[in-house]
């Protein structure tokens, strides 16, 4: 059931990868060019919508009990926090590192911030995320059950 549920949450990370990394180039790119940490905030907020609707109605189908407005309340506290971390490499890189321009060339900013934003903050963000999910957001029956009786054993 586990690994059911990692690749579902994998698939439902690779599409919303790319509906991340396509807002996030969009904005980037045009409207917001001297804003990247906004581009890339933006860009992980309208993922993480399509991520609920995902997640609750596919990955994580059989957990649950909550109800919807309680669940969906967890769900954007935690994708909350995923959003500090997802950016927050993309901030060090640019804003602690310096790695934009004029202090180094277009080439190595881009790689910077893809590999900063898409790489390393994705990597981040999708560990907490997928912890902090089945713990909170979707836990199982048995997994309430455990914690009631461990905190009856003390």
Same mark, same amino acid.
């Given at each position: 059931?586990? +690994?059911?549920?990692?690749?579902?949450?994998?698939?439902?990370?690779?599409?919303?990868?790319?509906?991340?990394?396509?807002?996030?180039?969009?904005?980037?790119?045009?409207?917001?060019?001297?804003?990247?940490?906004?581009?890339?905030?933006?860009?992980?907020?309208?993922?993480?919508?399509?991520?609920?609707?995902?997640?609750?109605?596919?990955?994580?189908?059989?957990?649950?009990?909550?109800?919807? +407005? +309680?669940?969906?309340?967890?769900?954007?506290?935690?994708?909350?926090?995923?959003?500090?971390?997802?950016?927050?490499?993309?901030?060090?890189?640019?804003?602690?590192?310096?790695?934009?321009?004029?202090?180094?060339?277009?080439?190595?900013?881009?790689?910077?911030?893809?590999?900063?934003?898409? @790489?390393?903050?994705?990597?981040?963000?999708?560990?907490?995320?997928?912890?902090?999910?089945?713990?909170?957001?979707?836990?199982?029956?048995?997994?309430?059950?455990?914690?009631?009786?461990? @905190?009856?054993?003390?």
């Amino acid at each position: 059931m586990r +690994h059911r549920e990692l690749l579902k949450f994998g698939v439902v990370g690779a599409i919303t990868f790319f509906i991340d990394t396509g807002i996030f180039y969009a904005l980037k790119l045009t409207i917001l060019s001297p804003k990247p940490v906004t581009s890339k905030v933006i860009a992980v907020l309208v993922a993480t919508l399509v991520s609920y609707v995902l997640n609750r109605d596919w990955s994580f189908r059989t957990r649950g009990g909550r109800r919807r +407005h +309680h669940e969906a309340t967890l769900y954007f506290i935690i994708s909350g926090i995923g959003v500090g971390l997802y950016s927050a490499p993309l901030w060090v890189s640019r804003y602690v590192l310096h790695l934009q321009t004029p202090f180094t060339s277009r080439l190595v900013e881009e790689l910077a911030d893809f590999t900063s934003g898409q @790489v390393v903050g994705l990597l981040l963000g999708m560990a907490f995320r997928w912890w902090a999910f089945r713990k909170w957001v979707f836990p199982t029956d048995h997994e309430d059950e455990d914690q009631r009786e461990r @905190v009856l054993a003390r």
